[in-house]
C-alpha cells in the first residue's frame, strides 16, 4: 500500500514482500488514533482458565526448550480434538507437529514438500504469507481467483482444473476464507480432492478459522473426504481460536511421511516454539470448547453489527460467513480504488481498514471487484463497533 522500498541488499525473490500490509495499516492507524479493522486480532483476551495455565506453566518451571515436535500433552489434545469433532485420527507422536503459529507450519510444509520450479496452486485473493512460503522454496505460485456468485464468492471449479498442471506439486487451500469470510461448499471440496487424487498433490489446507463459522454452518475438513487422508496437511492454530494471535502457537497433522518431511524443514526455523504456551494450549484444547461455542456466537453478533453499519453507509456489503472479516465494496460510494480510500479513511474518518487488492496477483482482472473491496475486521469490543460505525457514517456526508 505504503511505498515501502526494499532495503537495497535483499534477494530479487523477495523484492516483492518488502512489508506486510498490517504492519502498514496498524502504522496509519496509531498515527492517526484510528479504530483498526484492519489487522485481525481480537481486542479481549481468551478463556483466563487459559492464560491462567500459561503463568501456571512458567511457574511450574516450563522454561525450557520443549521436544522438536512439541509436548505430548498438546500433541495428544490435538489428536483428541480432532477426533471428536471431526472423526479424523492421528497419532500423536508421528503426525502432529507442533508449530510456531500456522504461519510456520504453512512456510515449513512449502519449504519442505515443494521443489525449485514446482508450482503450487493457490485461490486468489491469498493470505500474505502463502506467496512468500512459495518464493522461498524457488517455486512458482499460480492463483485461481475466486468468483462473484451473486454476494457469495465461489471457486471456480473450471479454473482450478485449468490451473493443475504437470508441474503442480501442491493445491494451497484456505477455507474457511481469509479475507472474504467465505466457507467451501461440500462441492467445492469434494471437486479440490477430487483434482488433488487424479493428479496426486498433496493438499496443505490452512484452517485457522475452522471453530469460528456462523448461522449454524459447519466446519469440513478437507482431510476428512475420500482419498484425502494420506495426502493432506492440516493447519491450525490457537491464534483464532482462542483469542490468543500473540502465542504463536500452531500445528499440522497429516500422514506421517508428510508430518516428518515438515518437521525436517521447520527444526532449523524455529527448531521449537515457547513451551509454556504449549501447555495452556492443551488445556484449552481439552477444556475451553464450551469457550468457543460463546466466541462464534459473539463474533456472529459482531459480524451483523458491523455488516449493517457498512451497509447503511452506502457499501455493497459481501455477507460473511466465516473468520473476523467482512468484505464489503466501495463502488456504490463512487470508490473504485480501494487502496486510496484505505489510506484516506484512517485520515478522515478514523478507521483503517485492508484493501483486498494487497492479496491478489491481478486485481483489476476483468469482471473481479478486488480493487473496489475493503475487508473489515470485526474481531472487536461492540462498544469499539459502535464507534467504528459512528465514525463511519461520516463518509456518507462526504
Ligand atoms: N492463515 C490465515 C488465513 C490467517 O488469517 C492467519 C492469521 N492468523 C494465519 C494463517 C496465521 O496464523 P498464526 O498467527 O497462527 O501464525
Ligand atoms: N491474520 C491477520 C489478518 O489477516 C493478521 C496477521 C498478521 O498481522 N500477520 O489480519
Not at 466466541?295 to 458491523?306: E, M, Y
Amino acid at each position: 500500500m505504503a511505498q515501502v522500498m526494499p532495503p537495497p541488499q535483499l534477494v530479487p525473490h523477495l523484492q516483492p514482500f518488502a512489508s506486510t500490509i498490517f504492519a502498514e495499516v496498524t502504522a496509519l492507524a496509531t498515527e492517526h488514533g484510528a479504530i483498526n479493522l484492519g489487522q485481525g486480532f481480537p481486542d479481549t483476551d481468551g478463556p483466563a482458565a487459559m492464560l491462567e495455565a500459561a503463568r501456571a506453566a512458567i511457574a511450574a518451571g516450563h522454561n525450557q526448550y520443549a521436544p522438536g515436535p512439541g509436548i505430548p500433552a498438546l500433541r495428544q489434545a490435538v489428536a483428541a480434538d480432532r477426533a471428536t469433532r471431526y472423526g479424523l485420527h492421528h497419532d500423536p507422536d508421528t503426525e502432529v507437529l507442533v508449530t510456531v503459529g500456522a504461519t510456520e507450519a504453512i512456510t515449513a510444509a512449502v519449504l519442505a514438500l515443494v521443489r525449485p520450479g514446482e508450482e503450487v496452486v493457490m485461490v486468489e485473493p491469498y493470505y500474505d504469507s502463502y506467496p512468500v512460503a512459495v518464493a522461498v522454496a524457488g517455486a512458482t505460485r499460480r492463483t485461481v481467483a475466486l468468483v462473484r456468485d451473486g454476494d457469495r464468492f465461489a471457486l471456480d471449479l473450471d479454473a482450478l482444473r485449468a490451473a493443475v498442471n504437470p508441474a503442480t506439486r501442491m493445491l494451497l487451500v484456505n477455507s474457511p476464507h481469509n479475507p472474504t469470510g467465505t466457507v467451501f461448499t461440500t462441492e467445492e471440496l469434494a471437486a479440490i480432492a477430487e483434482l488433488a487424487c487424479e493428479h496426486d498433490l498433496v493438499v496443505l489446507t490452512d484452517e485457522v478459522y475452522e471453530h469460528l463459522v456462523y448461522d449454524g454452518r459447519v466446519h469440513r475438513p478437507l482431510a476428512g473426504l475420500p482419498g484425502m487422508a494420506e495426502r493432506t496437511l492440516s493447519v491450525s492454530s490457537v491464534a483464532k481460536t482462542f483469542s490468543a494471535t500473540g502465542w504463536k502457537t500452531g500445528w499440522v497433522c497429516g500422514p506421517a511421511e508428510l508430518v516428518a518431511a515438515v518437521r525436517t524443514a521447520k527444526q532449523f526455523m524455529s527448531f521449537v516454539g515457547a513451551t509454556p504456551m504449549q501447555h495452556a494450549a492443551a488445556h484449552a484444547l481439552t477444556h475451553e470448547q464450551a469457550w468457543v461455542q460463546q466466541l462464534r456466537i459473539d463474533l456472529q453478533g459482531k459480524r451483523d453489527l458491523l455488516s449493517t453499519a457498512l451497509a447503511e453507509v452506502g457499501f455493497r456489503v459481501h455477507p460473511s460467513e466465516a473468520s473476523y472479516f467482512v468484505c464489503a465494496d466501495a463502488a456504490p460510494l463512487g470508490e473504485t480504488d480501494a487502496v486510496a480510500l484505505c489510506r484516506q479513511l484512517p485520515v478522515q474518518v478514523g478507521v483503517a481498514a485492508v484493501p483486498v487488492s494487497v492479496f491478489c496477483d491481478s486485481p483489476t482482472r476483468e469482471q473481479q471487484p478486488w480493487r473496489q473491496l475493503l475487508r473489515f475486521a470485526f474481531c472487536k469490543r461492540d462498544d469499539v463497533l459502535h464507534e467504528a460505525a459512528r465514525r463511519l457514517h461520516a463518509l456518507r456526508a462526504c
